[in-house]
């Protein structure tokens, strides 16, 4: 099997790769690790065939599956697909635009945050007192401690102690932590209880006329820096949303 793989360059073309060494499936939508020119880069797997124009002696093989599922469905694939061949552009560049920035790098591609939850035999071990002479693994297990199931993740971890990493791991060895996955857009969003501001009265009139129209029209919303287009806007989305509508 020849995988054809979209990596970010400015090329016209799909690159081919051997699959990677051992039984590991590889599926389209999937981020992989392939040796490209002299350094290593992050692709993904667009489909595969069972022949290359590059000779077989000469094609090289995936380093290294990154993610365990497939990141981009079929439909999204179909579109970048369509995407890259309506506008002529790079294949490659219109994948890699498609992905967050820290997953255009060899980062994991699981879902949600990577955070580190307290287990009981760490809450035991800090009742117990047992961490008197480790004072970085203590105030970790405290912060953990007092996160409950949330957790922490590996950003607020560094904001409590500079030598997280190695205490983390000690505490990891001993059962009193455990790594986790949280979900990313819930812990975004988990802070943000702030109400929306109430419209001004030109604000709800432009509101209304939006809201208002049916089939094709165009509108002209005009107003100095800070005098709240974007709110219409907000609300303007909202309302289609809730209608079930689409918004760009």
Same mark, same amino acid.
């Given at each position: 099997?020849? !995988?054809?793989?979209?990596?970010?360059?400015?090329?016209?073309?799909?690159?081919?790769?051997?699959?990677?060494?051992?039984?590991?499936?590889?599926?389209?939508?999937?981020?992989?690790?392939?040796?490209?020119?002299?350094?290593?880069?992050?692709?993904?797997?667009?489909?595969?065939?069972?022949?290359?124009?590059?000779?077989?002696?000469?094609?090289?093989?995936? !380093?290294?599956?990154?993610?365990?599922?497939?990141?981009?469905?079929?439909?999204?694939?179909?579109?970048?697909?369509?995407?890259?061949?309506?506008?002529?552009?790079?294949?490659?560049?219109?994948?890699?635009? %498609?992905?967050?920035?820290?997953?255009?790098?060899?980062?994991?591609?699981?879902?949600?945050?990577?955070?580190?939850?307290?287990?009981?035999?760490?809450?035991?071990?800090?009742?117990?007192?047992?961490?008197?002479?480790?004072?970085?693994?203590?105030?970790?297990? =405290?912060?953990?401690?007092?996160?409950?199931?949330?957790?922490? %993740?590996?950003?607020?971890?560094?904001?409590?102690?500079?030598?997280?990493?190695?205490?983390?791991?000690?505490?990891?060895?001993?059962?009193?932590?455990?790594?986790?996955?949280?979900?990313?857009?819930?812990?975004?969003?988990?802070?943000?209880? =702030?109400? %929306?501001?109430?419209?001004?009265?030109?604000?709800?009139?432009?509101?209304?006329?939006?809201?208002?129209?049916?089939?094709?029209?165009?509108?002209?919303? =005009? /107003?100095?820096? /800070?005098?709240?287009?974007?709110?219409?806007?907000?609300?303007?989305?909202?309302?289609?949303?809730?209608?079930?509508?689409?918004?760009?």
């Amino acid at each position: 099997m020849i !995988l054809k793989v979209a990596i970010d360059a400015p090329l016209m073309a799909l690159f081919d790769y051997l699959p990677p060494a051992g039984a590991v499936p590889v599926r389209a939508g999937q981020r992989v690790l392939v040796p490209f020119r002299n350094a290593r880069r992050v692709g993904v797997v667009v489909g595969s065939g069972d022949s290359s124009p590059v000779p077989s002696g000469r094609l090289r093989r995936v !380093l290294t599956v990154l993610d365990a599922e497939p990141l981009l469905d079929e439909r999204l694939m179909a579109l970048l697909e369509w995407a890259s061949s309506y506008y002529q552009h790079p294949p490659g560049e219109v994948f890699a635009a %498609a992905l967050p920035r820290l997953l255009r790098t060899e980062r994991s591609g699981e879902a949600g945050l990577v955070a580190w939850q307290i287990t009981l035999s760490g809450q035991a071990a800090l009742a117990a007192g047992e961490l008197a002479r480790a004072p970085v693994q203590q105030r970790l297990l =405290e912060a953990l401690d007092a996160a409950g199931a949330e957790g922490l %993740a590996n950003e607020e971890l560094e904001i409590l102690a500079a030598g997280w990493r190695e205490a983390s791991r000690q505490l990891q060895r001993k059962g009193w932590t455990v790594r986790m996955r949280r979900d990313a857009v819930a812990a975004a969003c988990a802070g943000n209880s =702030e109400t %929306a501001p109430e419209p001004t009265p030109a604000q709800a009139a432009a509101l209304a006329d939006i809201v208002a129209a049916r089939g094709f029209q165009a509108f002209l919303l =005009e /107003g100095v820096t /800070g005098s709240g287009k974007t709110e219409v806007y907000l609300r303007a989305i909202a309302a289609r949303l809730a209608a079930g509508r689409q918004s760009l």
